[in-house]
């Protein structure tokens, strides 16, 4: 069982800036693709960026290219979002997940990530 803990979000003002962390535990990290979700009020839960458990690829949603990065240190057991150049529509709560599949390529559906943290809210007023 792997156990995720969120931390990092808040109140932003747009263009501003904030850094999500997750910690996870339970498992060997280095064997874990992670992946950040973010889910707005009323809509689905959508994939925002992807961090390989090989690698070192990475995979964005446009919507977010540019202005965010994924990174890792697999000696912290821990990810990061760096969240930049933020915009009133990036509001939502944001979640960590994480895929144990060992798979070849990283996917961005929700059902693919078996672990997921309580998430973490984000607001970025304009």
């Known amino acids: 069982q792997v156990q995720l803990v969120e931390s990092g979000g808040g109140l932003v003002q747009a263009g501003g800036s904030l850094r999500l962390s997750c910690a996870a535990s339970?498992?060997?990290?280095?064997?874990?693709?992670m992946g950040w979700f973010r889910q707005a009020p009323g809509k689905e839960r959508e994939f925002v960026a992807a961090?390989?458990?090989?690698?070192?690829?990475?995979y964005y949603t446009d919507s977010v290219k540019g202005r965010f990065t994924i990174s890792r240190d697999n000696a912290k057991n821990t990810v990061y979002l760096q969240m930049n150049s933020l915009k009133p529509e990036d509001t939502a709560v944001y979640y960590c997940?994480?895929?144990?599949?060992?798979?070849?390529?990283?996917?961005?559906?929700?059902?693919?990530?078996?672990?997921w943290g309580q998430g973490t809210q984000v607001t970025v007023s304009s």
């Open positions: 339970g498992r060997t990290f280095s064997t874990l693709t």
């Open positions: 961090s390989s458990w090989s690698g070192g690829r990475m």
């Open positions: 997940a994480a895929d144990g599949g060992l798979r070849v390529v990283i996917t961005t559906g929700p059902r693919s990530y078996d672990y």
